[in-house]
């Protein structure tokens, strides 16, 4: 199942806040922002269980995160991915000559993938490294 | 017109300054004397001969024309300061094209980057391609950027162009920009400055205008709740004389700044 | 009795931009670990906890030799790190928003002597409010006068409860001020979002703006102020009427106070979002007293661009590559240069860029060399060619830090550094000195 038209917002949350005082090459950080929060509504549209691997498509890249409900709602249209690696996957770049990235706004699509893998934080800022 | 004719000959890994490319710089001097004029590569200072071959020579201000060929896409602050003379450059440019520019005329054959007759005085700045954002804007911390002059972009102009623009009726200064297309925040805190659009802008146009007047013959995405429609016009004047001819809905705004404003926007009917 | 644990009171936290000033950490005397942390909140607490010795703590310096890193000294690393900063022809220093001042001095002096770009965490953040402070001003105050007076708080773009999770408690909302001493029933609490996020749920009144469209709310709030009709139904999903609303509200409170955060500088038009929400403070001070205050996410975020004003004329992305300070976001910025691969060697002090910048500048990061001053392990020192162990500034080393508001306080130092590692300012100093010697100084 796939949604489409999603606006991508990303931000703190308080877990990905301790997470990243707490090791960012943690599996708590995976589990803080790894993640994709979704309307309850939308979600619904997903037909799949929360945790379910989803990847996040942007004009400016994609990443495979695990998905849950918000609790910040409701937000039809919006879903909201903590800052860091993941959504910085995502995010667009471009600062329009101010030097600030645009990290929120993004227009977005949600494709379930049961069986992606969620990778660990400095594997997959490692793929940036070439080799 | 005396000729000076550079070719770049270096590939840039990093961006070239050369403000002293101006026909100011090289009035009365020979291709020799101008191959010592210093540049910026990096941290380092450099001299033009180190990265162009220079070829002809120049007379005064006004008649030196310079001819730049070669990638310079990553080249800066050409023509900045400039008084007279032209300059035409057959590539893509990099940021700041003329800042500060009062006098004479620079055409780029292709795109420019960001900051493209930022400041500028007088003088005419042509882009046949696109131009990047802060087209004909105030520098950081300037609350009166273009002060006059003409700015022709064919192509689009990216976010911010003409922020700050300041004209002045008893000086008989009208800075104008013409451009194919605008992105977001065109004419941001104009206080006078003109500018005709061919086709469509982003949104925030005119954003906090006190006095001028825009006129776009295409369509806005977005226009601010604080323009106000005033009416229907068959054409627009200017105040630097020139007459718009076509249907175009009179807006006033932006209704948003304390003072009454005496903005003024066209978009076609 | 013997003592088995040292108390420290009255310490000031070092994680976010509300710099909480009344930490009690207490330290186990014999192992040197922190044990219990009073007061802070769960993002503070984690962070005293962190400094213990763990399998992610740097404690000796790192040279990156056929894909791993390797245990050196201090001086073999330092050379190293001096040696790729005087061969860069363009390098950046970038960061230096989660150490203390004197640290961010001797990061202003190594910038200068190599002709550097010099840049710090503002730039993804909170730059844009700095920009529009140069264009328009600010109407500011410090927390303390919010605590004491405030009667009208408006959280834009912001959410305290999961970015500053003291703020609340301690300045804004629940607390009780000289003159708001009912704390929070003395206060009316508005939240504007495209979410109705934990802080919204705790208000008095949310808002719910479209994503990237609060400019053009904000305008529509300006007109109405100033007696403008408007000829619409709504703006950025926000009806009129309700905006009509807002505006009295705003106009007959005793004093109001605007805390913004990303939403405004990391959302499409940035400093213009926050050039007209600076506008709507000013213009409402007609009727009453209104201050804003932006959100700063770093501790000292604020600190660095104090610091790198007072030695260069500007408050972040400089770039010192013809012997003087210039300023120009955009084209000076960290990430914008990364994008256009003009950098060709970095330097990140207290900082993950490896994890905050958009991938594409972090792919450019990459691949030249980077030396990193880091306590812990990231995304950005995980893959640095050098990594300089740095203690943590505001619990094993002492120095000043700004909040939010601009007050300077004093970090303390509850606990000595552990392993071989060193205060920040004392790594840069000797990274100095190495450069000296090598550029003939």
């Given amino acids: 199942m796939s949604l489409d038209n999603l606006i991508l917002l990303t931000g703190r949350t308080i877990s990905q806040g301790v997470a990243l005082e707490g090791g960012k090459a943690s599996r708590e950080n995976v589990r803080a922002c790894g993640i994709c929060t979704f309307d309850a509504d939308d979600f619904k549209k997903l037909d799949c269980i929360v945790g379910t691997p989803v990847k996040i498509i942007t004009d400016y890249g994609e990443v495979v995160v695990y998905s849950t409900i918000t609790e910040e709602g409701p937000h039809q249209g919006i879903i909201f991915v903590p800052m860091g690696p993941w959504a910085n996957q995502l995010v667009n770049p471009s600062s329009q000559g101010c030097g600030t990235p645009t990290y929120k706004g993004m227009k977005a699509k949600v494709e379930v993938v049961k069986s992606g893998k969620v990778l660990g934080a400095i594997e997959l800022i490692g793929r940036l490294k070439e080799a | ?141 300037y609350w009166q950027g273009m002060k006059n002059g003409t700015i022709k972009v064919k192509g689009k102009v990216g976010v911010e162009s003409m922020l700050w623009a300041k004209s002045s009726k008893p000086s008989n200064k009208w800075p104008t920009l013409y451009c194919g297309s605008a992105d977001s925040f065109l004419g941001i805190h ?80 | 009795m013997v003592e088995k644990i040292r108390t420290e009171k009255d310490v000031s936290c070092p994680f976010c931009g509300t710099l909480c000033d ?58 190293k790190a001096a040696d790729i900063l005087v061969n860069a022809q363009r390098p950046l220093l970038y960061g230096f928003s989660s150490t203390e001042c004197e640290a961010q001095s001797k990061g202003v002096e190594l910038a200068e002597m190599l002709n550097a770009l010099l840049d710090n965490t503002a730039s993804v953040c909170h730059g844009p409010s700095l920009l529009a402070i140069q264009d328009v001003g600010a109407s500011l105050a410090t927390l303390g006068e919010i605590k004491n007076r405030a009667d009208t708080i408006i959280f834009w773009g912001s959410n305290p409860v999961h970015a500053h999770p003291r703020h609340l408690s301690r300045y804004s909302d629940f607390i009780r001020g000289y003159f708001r001493t009912d704390g929070r029933n003395d206060r009316n609490i508005i939240v504007v979002d495209p979410r109705n996020t934990h802080t919204a749920q705790i208000a008095d009144k949310y808002i719910k703006v479209n994503p990237s469209e609060d400019y053009e709310l904000i305008q529509a709030i300006r007109a109405v102020l100033r007696g403008s009709e408007l000829d619409v139904k709504e703006v950025s999903g926000v009806p009129i009427d309700d905006i009509k609303e807002l505006v009295e509200e705003l106009k007959s409170c005793n004093f109001g106070v605007v805390f913004f955060g990303m939403g405004l500088t990391q959302s499409l038009a940035h400093h213009r979002n926050v050039d007209t929400a600076i506008r709507l403070v000013a213009e409402l001070n007609d009727y009453t007293k209104f201050v804003l ?27 010192f590559s013809r012997g003087y300070p210039r ?59 050098v990594i300089l162990p740095a203690a943590i500034a505001g619990i094993e080393c002492e120095g000043t830090a700004y909040r939010m508001d601009g007050v300077p306080l004093r970090l303390r130092k509850v606990k000595d550094a552990p392993g071989e590692t060193l205060p920040d300012k004392e790594i840069l100093e000797r990274l100095i000195e190495k450069v000296k010697e090598k550029i003939g100084e």
Avoid at chain 2, 100 to 123: C, E, P, R
């Fill in chain 2, 1 to 141: 017109m005396a000729e000076i004719k550079l070719k770049i000959k270096k590939k840039l890994d990093f961006p070239l300054e050369t403000d002293s490319i101006t026909p100011d710089n090289f009035a009365g001097k020979t291709a020799a004397v101008i191959k010592k004029l210093p540049l910026f590569y990096a941290t380092k200072q450099v001299t033009i001969g180190d990265f162009f071959d220079v070829s002809g020579k120049s007379t005064d201000v006004a008649d030196t024309k310079i001819v730049i060929d070669g990638d310079v896409s990553n080249v800066k602050r050409i023509g900045e300061k400039m008084t007279g003379g032209e300059i035409i450059i057959n590539s893509d440019i990099g940021m700041h094209i003329g800042n500060h520019m009062s006098g004479g005329k620079i055409t780029v054959n292709g795109n420019a980057d960001d900051w493209a007759g930022a400041m500028l005085q007088g003088g005419e700045l042509e882009i046949t391609g696109d131009a990047g954002h802060y087209v004909g804007s105030a520098y950081r911390g």
């Fill in chain 2, 190 to 269: 104009n206080h006078g400055g003109t500018i005709v659009v061919e086709g469509d802008v982003d949104r925030c146009v005119g954003a906090d205008q006190a006095w001028g007047n825009i006129v776009i013959k295409g369509k806005v995405s977005r226009l601010l709740p604080s323009y106000k429609k005033v009416g229907e016009v068959k054409e627009v004047q200017l105040p630097n004389g020139e007459v718009i001819k076509g249907k175009f809905i009179e807006y006033s705004g932006d209704h948003t700044i304390k003072k009454e404003t005496n903005g003024r926007l066209y978009i076609a009917a």
């Fill in chain 3, 22 to 79: 009344d930490l009690e950490i207490d330290v186990d005397i014999k192992t040197d670990l922190v044990v219990e942390v009073r007061n802070g909140c769960q993002i503070g607490t984690k962070k005293y906890f962190s400094s213990n010795p763990s399998d992610h703590r740097y404690m000796k310096p790192l040279i990156k030799v056929n894909g791993e890193h390797k245990e050196v000294s201090w001086d073999e690393a330092l050379d």
């Fill in chain 3, 293 to 319: 205050i932006p959100m700063r996410g770093h501790y000292n975020v604020a600190g660095a661009n104090q610091v790198f004003t007072w030695n260069t004329g500007y408050a972040y992305s400089i770039d």
């Fill in chain 3, 327 to 385: 300023y120009n976001p955009g084209e000076f910025s960290s990430v914008e240069l990364l994008l256009r691969d003009e950098v060709d060697a970095s330097l990140i002090v207290a900082s993950d860029p490896g994890s905050n910048f958009p991938a594409a500048s972090v792919k450019n990061l990459f691949k030249h060399p980077l030396i990193s001053i880091e306590p812990h392990k990231t995304p950005t020192s995980a893959f640095a060619d």
